[in-house]
């Protein structure tokens, strides 16, 4: 699978992934030290590939660099961090 890259929309407050024609994103809040990830959505269509937890993925990667913590607003994202222990040190 190719890298994509993900994007911080800011102007939306949301994580986008382009992908064949869509956009997966997901949604957020920021505090002065969390980013709150509050709804995750891929399009119909694309669903079932992966392109969710590609997209949180590298949103969260953007959060550590950014040396933020996040919350998980939604269940997608609390199911991926149980998932992935290897982002335990960005839990609010």
């Known amino acids: 699978m190719a890298i994509r ?13 382009d992908i064949d024609g869509g956009v997966a994103f ?7 030290s969390t980013v709150i990830i509050t709804h995750t959505e891929t399009p119909r269509a694309l669903r079932g590939r992966g392109i969710a937890s590609e997209l949180v993925d590298g949103a969260l990667q953007m959060i550590r660099a ?3 913590k ?23």
Do not use: Q
């Open 66 to 68: 950014d040396g933020l």
């Open 5 to 17: 890259s993900i994007r911080d929309n800011k102007a939306l407050s949301r994580f986008e992934l």
């Open 26 to 32: 997901a949604n957020y809040r920021r505090t002065p």
């Open 70 to 92: 996040v919350v998980a607003g939604c269940g997608f994202v609390a199911d991926y961090l149980s998932k992935h222990p290897e982002f335990a040190d960005l839990m609010a």
